[in-house]
């Protein structure tokens, strides 16, 4: 079955590390999308990339940046310039084909820094 | 910009009540609608869609109509189920990203 795989679940870090958050899939759509949620809040857009080799930053990037060297891949990695990391990421795909297409989400990474 | 607005939560309903959960848009044009649903501790799924004025969006019992005239996109379903608890999200495709309400947590109890 193709779907977004977002790993792992669960990822604890100690403050002032740097975390890489994975999402890979296979439905072979060119836009990928990655989303953060905290409680209580809606989906809020930290970077998007609608090509290989091409991203653009969302509304909050800042403390976070990605790559896009796979078409099946599009990882996150969280610095220690952020200020406030821990949070549910979502990642997120969608065909091009269309503008109607909806995005198709993973299960989500529930990151802690302590 | 863009933005979405949705009904504060959360909502509680007894099962087989009617809902409605109200969202409401700011966009030039006429963007393409969704309702999402998240599970707890899950990933967001599309529940339905709707692609211009006055289409309507069903699935699983929950139906959406675009109104263009009141840039509205309300999400009903005539008998909850507890099994319908979640949080809904109203969205909007945007210029290629989708912008997302605040969402709606919904309760349904037996």
């Known amino acids: 079955d193709g779907g977004i795989t977002q790993s792992p679940k669960y990822l604890f870090r100690k403050e002032g590390q740097n975390v890489t958050l994975s999402c890979e899939q296979n439905?072979?759509?060119?836009?990928m999308y990655w989303y953060r949620q905290d409680p209580g809040q809606g989906l809020r857009l930290i970077y998007y990339?609608?090509?290989?080799?091409?991203?653009q930053k969302g509304d909050i990037a800042e403390g976070y940046s990605v790559s896009r060297e796979k078409k099946e891949s599009f990882p996150l990695t969280v610095t220690s310039a952020q200020k406030n990391p821990t949070a549910f990421y979502l990642c997120?795909?969608?065909?091009?084909?269309?503008?109607?297409?909806?995005?198709?989400f993973g299960n989500g990474t529930r990151l802690t820094v302590t | 910009g863009d933005s979405v607005t949705q009904m504060e939560g959360p909502v509680t309903l007894s099962e087989e009540a009617f809902l409605t959960i109200n969202c409401t848009y700011t966009a030039t044009g006429y963007p393409s609608l969704f309702w999402y649903v998240q599970y707890p501790g899950e990933g967001l799924q599309l529940l339905l869609k709707a692609t211009k004025a006055d289409d309507k969006g069903s699935n699983k019992g929950f139906e959406a109509t675009y109104r263009k005239e009141t840039t509205s996109f309300h999400l009903e379903k005539g008998s909850v189920q507890v099994s319908d608890s979640a949080v809904y999200f109203c969205?909007?495709?945007?210029?290629?990203?989708?912008?997302f309400g605040q969402g709606t947590r919904l309760t349904i109890n037996p």
């Open positions: 969205a909007l495709m945007g210029a290629q990203k989708l912008v």
């Open positions: 997120a795909s969608r065909s091009r084909d269309s503008n109607n297409s909806p995005l198709h």
């Open positions: 439905l072979n759509h060119d836009a």
């Open positions: 990339s609608q090509i290989v080799n091409d991203f």
